[in-house]
């Protein structure tokens, strides 16, 4: 797994990345009470604001980490939000894009230097 600074973990299956949140992030935003998810094939490209959580404390959004197209969003997350704070890296991720340079991911951090990011 790759972590990004915005607190998003990164799990690459051939050209296919799953994208969700990490516990940190979950455990921040505290319990989570709605989804906003993007359409399947949707473009992205780095930085665009393509998720939308509310919680009780707030309202954030997950930005693209990469460039690519949306193949599958986790529906189980519109009908049941509070698994984002049940199984953030697990049964929670929130989409599954489909790269054209898996090498971006290089960029990212491993799960050591994500702990450091964090103060763990």
Known sequence: MKYTEDHEWLSLEGDI???GI???????LGDVVFVELPEVETQIARGDEIVVIESVKAASDIVAPLDGEIVEINEALVD?????????TGAAWFFKVKIDDPSVLDEYMDEEDYKDHIGE
Do not use: H, K, W
Not at 80 to 88: F, I, R
């Open 80 to 88: 049941n939000p509070a698994l984002v704070n049940d199984d953030p």
């Open 22 to 28: 990490t516990e940190y992030a979950a455990t921040q």
């Open 17 to 19: 990345v799953t994208v």
